[in-house]
Structures are given as C-alpha cells and as structure tokens.
C-alpha cells in the first residue's frame, strides 16, 4: 500500500477547507493509502489550531482522535538537516522513518526540494493525480 505523509499545511487545509488537501486527507481515511505522521507532526498541528486560528479544544481532541485512529504513527529516529527551515526537517525525519512514498505539503521549502532519498514531494493536486 502507498504510503504518505501529509504535511502540517496539508492537514490544516483539510480542517478549514474542502479543496485538494481535504481530499488527500479523505482519501487516506478511506483507507486509498496509509497516512503516516509523528507525535512531533500532531504535536504541530495542535499548536498551530490552538494559538494561530484559536481552534476550539472539543475541535482539536476530535481531529486528534481521528488523526491517531487512521494515521500511521512513527517513532523518528533519523535527523537530517536539507531543509532551510530548520523547523521542517521533521517532516523528511519521518518520511524517512515512516518508509513513505510521498510528502504532500504546500510547504515551499520541501516542495523545492522535489524528492528525498528515493520519497516524493508534491502538492496536493499534483498527489491526486499521480495516484489515479
């Protein structure tokens, strides 16, 4: 089965909106493929809804349940350091551990990147469309 790692962008998205990374984070619930994230990812993506968009808790505890019943949760071990943002290299740490496919992000510095180790890095719609 493919595996992926939506980025914190990509999983924010999907809260707010029902576009492209919605439909990554759908799919993956579905069970298409096998969404993979880290404590340190959710722990992320919980800061940002809590202090960036004042997302209420109930909110965030429900999207939580729902990210550790569908998501693959990884233990990272491996550091690297090829993103400019610093904060990032999370994302490839995991990836890497995680024995993804694909990173999909709207991450700029990770998509510049294009590939790591053999792992692909596309946006949401160009994700889609591969895996038609």
Same mark, same amino acid.
């Given at each position: ?12 998205? &999907?809260?707010?909106? &029902?576009?492209?990374? =919605? ?9 298409? =493929?096998?969404? $993979? ?15 960036? %968009?004042? +997302? ?13 019943? =569908?998501? @693959?949760?990884?233990? $990272?071990?491996?550091? %690297?350091?090829?993103?400019? /943002? *610093? ?8 990836? +890497?551990?995680?024995? $993804?496919? =694909?990173? $999909?992000?709207?991450?700029? /510095? @990770? ?15 160009? %994700?889609?469309?591969?895996? *038609?």
């Amino acid at each position: 089965m493919i595996r992926v790692l939506p980025d914190t962008n990509i999983i924010i998205s &999907s809260v707010f909106w &029902s576009g492209k990374p =919605y439909e990554v984070i759908r799919k993956g619930i579905l069970g298409e =493929y096998q969404l $993979v994230i880290s404590v340190e990812i959710l722990d992320e993506v919980v800061d940002k809804l809590r202090n960036k %968009f004042q +997302f209420p808790e109930e909110n965030i505890k429900e999207l939580v349940d729902i990210l550790m019943n =569908y998501c @693959l949760i990884i233990d $990272v071990i491996s550091k %690297f350091d090829v993103i400019r /943002d *610093k904060n990032d290299n999370k994302i490839v740490e995991c990836a +890497f551990d995680g024995k $993804v496919d =694909y990173i $999909v992000t709207g991450d700029p /510095d @990770l998509l510049d990147l294009k590939e790591f180790k053999g792992i692909k890095i596309i946006n949401a719609n160009e %994700f889609l469309e591969n895996i *038609k």
